[in-house]
């Protein structure tokens, strides 16, 4: 069993940036890929960012591409999700999720883990 805990989540302005931590805690970090999805009010969650087990590959959902990054460490047991230029579209709850066997998914129910989200807001 792995526990996740997000943090970093707040009120930004417009172009600013944020920085997204999840901390796991349980299992073996360095042997799950890791997943970002995001839900924003009244929308289904949808996927942003995954990072392969030893971080080798990334890849981003089209809406954030060039502007967001995603990274490991898995010594420290922590992924994050680096924003920059957030606009008030990025505006949601963001989840970090591991997928068991290094299984790498755009898919939720390919995740077996989830934390318990952060909310970022991008005011206008």
């Known amino acids: 069993q792995v526990q996740l805990v997000e943090s970093g989540g707040g009120l930004v302005q417009a172009g600013g940036s944020l920085k997204l931590a999840c901390a796991a805690a349980?299992?073996?970090?360095?042997?799950?890929?890791m997943g970002w999805f995001r839900q924003a009010a009244g929308k289904e969650r949808e996927f942003v960012a995954l990072i392969t087990p030893i971080g080798s590959r990334t890849d981003y959902a089209h809406s954030v591409k060039g502007r967001f990054t995603t990274s490991r460490d898995n010594a420290k047991n922590t992924v994050w999700l680096e924003m920059d230029s957030l606009n008030p579209e990025d505006t949601a709850v963001y989840y970090c999720?591991?997928?068991?066997?290094?299984?790498?998914?755009?898919?939720?129910?390919?995740?077996?883990?989830w934390g318990q989200g952060t909310q970022v807001t991008v005011s206008s």
């Open positions: 999720a591991a997928a068991k066997f290094g299984r790498t998914s755009y898919w939720e129910r390919d995740y077996d883990y």
């Open positions: 349980g299992g073996t970090f360095s042997s799950y890929a």
